[in-house]
């Protein structure tokens, strides 16, 4: 038998474009990287361009091919954006990593910058995975989406309140249309990362010297796991057996003790 949509005769995903959210950085960068080592062509977008220019120098340096798209998704029209995109690479995979998260008593924090958390976490992912599987279905060749929530996605985090719960939506949200389009020939992949060691930590407002009290994967270990996931279909996913055994730990807890267990953990954790 020949191949069959996005599945090669080995039962491995045929993804040959990636378009890449957040890609200047951290997972999306190593993401990125991982992608173009297993010759398939990414499509990096982000805010800075020249952390963007650096990463496609490094892809094309080993051989890879990337193109970038410097934007800030909160703010362009991502119709015209994926448009755009669609038309010159026609993406098979997509890759809604962008998102950031801040620390501290909810009171207390920015409330435009807890807005425009929710505007990226949560509005763009689900814009951009609109236009994606409409893009897919209509050319009828299936497809891979990868969303990237985070383990903080299974419960209610106190000084944590907005990032968990966006994350929560993802999750959510995600695996819901996983299943909505597995007879069309697309996989819907949610990945729920622990704690990673990235630039995340720093712009969220986690104390510095946190490594001493918690564990992080390094990205790079984390992605490799990441990558397995994605070739292989397996949704939700928790890198880390540790983490994966702690998301289903707590599902049997009571969600008022999760909360005061959860608060006493993010004290630690706070400047």
């Known amino acids: 038998m020949g191949e069959k949509g996005n599945i090669n005769r080995s039962g491995e995903p045929m993804m040959k474009v990636a378009l890449i959210t957040g890609g200047s950085f951290g997972i999306g960068e190593a993401l990125a990287k991982k992608f173009a080592e297993n010759g398939i062509e990414v499509i990096l977008i982000a805010r800075t361009e020249e952390k963007l220019i650096k990463v496609k120098e490094e892809i094309e340096k080993k051989g890879g091919k990337a193109h970038i798209y410097p934007a800030d998704l909160t703010k362009v029209n991502l119709k015209e954006l994926y448009d755009e995109i669609s038309q010159k690479h026609s993406p098979d995979t997509l890759v809604n990593n962008a998102g950031f998260g801040s620390i501290g008593p909810f009171y207390n924090l920015d409330i435009k910058k807890e807005l425009e958390m929710i505007d990226l976490n949560v509005r763009v992912l689900v814009e951009l995975t609109h236009y994606f599987l409409q893009d897919r279905i209509k050319k009828g060749e299936g497809g891979t989406l990868v969303n990237i929530s985070s383990l903080a996605g299974f419960f209610p985090i106190p000084y944590f309140a907005t990032y968990a719960a966006t994350k929560a939506f993802v999750l959510s949200f995600s695996e819901a249309i996983r299943r909505e389009v597995e007879d069309k020939n697309i996989r819907v992949i949610t990945i729920c990362p622990g ?49 994966w055994l702690y998301s289903i730990f707590v599902r049997f807890i009571p969600i008022n003790l999760l909360t005061k267990f959860g608060k006493k953990f993010m004290e630690m954790r706070m400047k």
């Open 195 to 243: 704690g990673i060691k990235t630039e995340f930590q720093k712009r969220a407002g986690v104390r510095e010297d946190i490594y001493q009290f918690q564990k992080y994967m390094d990205v790079n270990e984390a992605v490799e796991l990441m990558w397995e996931a994605i070739k292989s279909g397996k949704s939700p996913y928790v890198p880390g057996f540790q983490n």
